[in-house]
């Protein structure tokens, strides 16, 4: 599989405002999943954001890239992690939900680091991405409530949207009246 022409036939789609909705097999994505190992072997890290952008758009997903995943989230670079955070989401939390099983713990673990990232990017996206994991979002709570902005993320875009899902988050915790 030529990574290249994939993700340039994604964007010719999305220049047309076309949804892609890519839809590929196990072998296609064994083929995709190896050329993420080779940027990361090289440290080619400027070119993840092919793939990335390829899984985004994919119908379908695996657990194929899990083990991809979880090693891309040693990386610092903010960009590459929060578009990380969006192939979790799809490759792992809902491959996962589909299944009927929880999500794992590893990436539970993961996030709970990334709560107390600095970049407000990097926190809001973890956020978003935790929001997703539905009542398996409470075993973060305590880091979740800890992440919380203060007065001043009326001043910062990320800060305030992340105070609005944290107080969202806080709601759907608190007991019903």
């Not at 899990?66 to 990380?84: C, P, W």
């Not at 539970?108 to 990232?117: E, P, S, T, Y």
């Not at 409470?138 to 919380?148: G, R, V």
């Amino acid at each position: 599989m030529n990574i290249d022409k994939e993700f340039e036939q994604v964007i010719e789609k999305l220049k047309k405002n076309e949804r892609p909705l890519l839809k590929y097999s196990e072998d296609e994505f064994h083929a995709i999943n190896e050329e993420w190992s080779k940027l990361l072997e090289t440290r080619n890290y400027k070119d993840l954001h092919k793939i990335f952008c390829i899984l985004d758009n994919t119908q379908n997903y695996s657990n194929i890239f899990s083990e991809n995943i979880f090693k891309t989230f040693s990386l610092k670079d903010d960009e590459i992690l929060i578009y990380n955070l969006s192939a979790a989401s799809k490759h792992i939390i809902a491959y996962h939900q589909k299944k009927g099983e929880r999500t794992p713990f590893e990436l539970l673990n993961i996030f709970k680091d990334l709560l107390h990232h600095q970049s407000p990017e990097v926190l809001e996206w973890t956020l978003r991405t935790v929001e997703q994991l539905g009542s398996q979002a409470i075993f973060l709570k305590d880091d979740i409530i800890k992440a919380k902005p203060g007065i001043m993320s009326l001043f910062d875009k990320h800060k305030k949207a992340s105070k609005q899902i944290i107080e969202m988050l806080e709601k759907r915790w608190s007991p019903r009246k």
